[in-house]
Nanobody
Framework: QVQLVESGGGLVQAGGSLRLSCAASGRTFRDYAMGWFRQAPGKEREFVAAISSSGGNTYFVDSVKGRFTISRDSAKITVYLQMNSLKPEDTAVYFC?????????????????????WGQGTQVTVSS
């Protein structure tokens, strides 16, 4: 079992930055691929970013490429989503997710159905 707890959300003006954190506990963190998703009011949950278990592969939805980065710190068992140049359309509840993926596979996953474990979400609001 893996428990995920997000933090770092808040209110920021357009053009600002936030760094979301996802702290994991439970099983061996290094064998879990991680992802970030978001859900705006009245919309479906959408993929934002993913990172492989080794950290060697990352992938982003087109709308955040060049503005967001994803990273992981195995020592702290934490995954980060650095969000720069935020736009009002980035406003949503952000969720981190995890799924087992052996360290040597180096795969990332972009479909929410690929993930087994989910955090409770953290609100990000970008004002114009």
């Amino acid at each position: 079992q893996v428990q995920l707890v997000e933090s770092g959300g808040g209110l920021v003006q357009a053009g600002g930055s936030l760094r979301l954190s996802c702290a994991a506990s439970g099983r061996t963190f290094r064998d879990y691929a991680m992802g970030w998703f978001r859900q705006a009011p009245g919309k479906e949950r959408e993929f934002v970013a993913a990172i492989s278990s080794s950290g060697g592969n990352t992938y982003f939805v087109d709308s955040v490429k060049g503005r967001f980065t994803i990273s992981r710190d195995s020592a702290k068992i934490t995954v980060y989503l650095q969000m720069n140049s935020l736009k009002p359309e980035d406003t949503a509840v952000y969720f981190c997710a995890a799924r087992w993926s052996t360290y040597i596979d180096n795969n990332y996953y972009t479909d929410s159905s690929d993930y087994v474990y989910w955090g409770q979400g953290t609100q990000v609001t970008v004002s114009s």
